[in-house]
């Protein structure tokens, strides 16, 4: 079984519908990454997170410890929005993170 | 603004072949990194390095697989025979302090033939 579960595994939005992106963990956790993969491949880091809730710009992120469980929304979508949106945690005193398999986000014009 | 780098962005290599994966972290940073992204999988930790030494691996980093920080900017990663199976993007990041965002680079992708 995977320690870290997105869902859905792919989505696709018309330009300027409200997304959500779930991300729910077994694993004790000291915080938890939210990553965006371009088509290129390369890797930005969106959040990190260990409580609460996180905003910038038109992304919000929120996790919640009890339920191991965290959400990525992105507010009015557009095109430019579309790529892998990556969960990855970090466990205990531990740097490597561990890696979801990614949400594919298309949003259509 | 600061960033990772790589080099090469794509390594093509035969099996048996040496090769190594170079990377400038940047430069007020501490820890680094070693992730690897097989094609249409998720991305998996390799290697974790600070003060000089390796401070976590994974089960994939096996004896084939070093690395090496020679000067105060470069952090390689050397595979000293590569199979079919090393195929991969591999991501070097690095961060600051622990509890904080990684910073990730362009990635190399290598492709062993």
């Known amino acids: 079984k995977n320690e870290v579960e997105q869902s859905p595994q792919n989505l696709t939005a018309q330009e300027g519908e409200f997304i959500t992106i779930n991300c729910s963990y077994s694993v004790g956790i000291s915080a938890l990454h939210w990553l965006q993969q371009h088509p290129g491949g390369g890797i930005v880091s969106l959040f990190m997170?260990?409580?609460g809730k996180k905003k910038h710009g038109r992304l919000i992120a929120t996790i919640n410890i009890q339920e191991k469980h965290s959400s990525l929304h992105i507010t009015a979508s557009h095109p430019r929005d579309s790529a892998v949106y990556i969960c990855?945690?970090?466990?205990?005193?531990?740097?490597?993170?561990?890696f979801g398999k990614g949400t594919k986000l298309s949003v259509k014009p | 603004e600061p960033e990772v780098t790589q080099t090469p962005s794509h390594q093509v290599t035969q099996m048996g072949q040496e090769v190594i994966l170079r990377c400038v972290p940047i430069s007020n940073h501490l820890y680094f990194y070693w992730y690897r992204q097989i094609l249409g999988q998720k991305v998996e930790f390799l290697v974790s390095?600070?003060?000089?030494?390796?401070?976590?691996k994974s089960e994939i980093f096996d004896d084939q697989f070093s690395v090496e920080r020679p000067d105060g900017s470069n952090f390689t990663l050397k595979i000293r025979s590569t199979k079919l199976e090393d195929s991969a993007m591999y991501f070097c990041?690095?961060?600051?302090?622990?509890?904080?965002?990684?910073?990730f680079g362009p990635g190399t992708r290598l492709t062993v033939l």
């Open positions: 390095f600070y003060n000089n030494e390796i401070s976590e």
């Open positions: 990855a945690v970090k466990r205990g005193s531990q740097g490597n993170l561990i």
């Open positions: 990041a690095s961060s600051d302090r622990l509890p904080t965002e990684q910073f």
């Open positions: 997170l260990s409580s």
